[in-house]
Nanobody, 113 residues
Framework: QVQLVVSGGGLVQPGGSLRLSCAASGSIFRIIAMGWYRQSPGKQREFVASISGGGSTNYADSVKGRFTISRDGAKNTVYLQMNSLKPEDTAVYYC???????WGQGTQVAVSS
């Protein structure tokens, strides 16, 4: 069973930054693709960013140039660096590992003055 543990959410003012972390644990023996999604109240969950096992990245148009997805030396720990945050970035952010159909618990990001 693969589990994802997410941390790093919080309250930040517009223009500020946050870094989300997603640590995958369990029966994982390779570098896996992982991604970030977010969901605001009353809205559909939307794709934010992803990184493949080979390191290629993809971003939603709404976050390009502001958010960066990456992974560290611990091969299945993935980060989402969020800069120049806007109020419309307010959402619950989820990490996923599609190979294992696994989702993190979600963490609240609130961007407000």
């Amino acid at each position: 069973q693969v589990q994802l543990v997410v941390s790093g959410g919080g309250l930040v003012q517009p223009g500020g930054s946050l870094r989300l972390s997603c640590a995958a644990s369990g029966s994982i023996f390779r570098i896996i693709a992982m991604g970030w999604y977010r969901q605001s109240p009353g809205k559909q969950r939307e794709f934010v960013a992803s990184i493949s096992g080979g390191g290629s990245t993809n971003y939603a148009d709404s976050v390009k140039g502001r958010f960066t997805i990456s992974r560290d030396g611990a091969k299945n720990t993935v980060y989402l660096q969020m800069n120049s945050l806007k109020p419309e970035d307010t959402a619950v952010y989820y990490c996923n590992a599609p190979l294992y159909d696994s989702w993190g618990q979600g963490t609240q990001v609130a961007v407000s003055s």
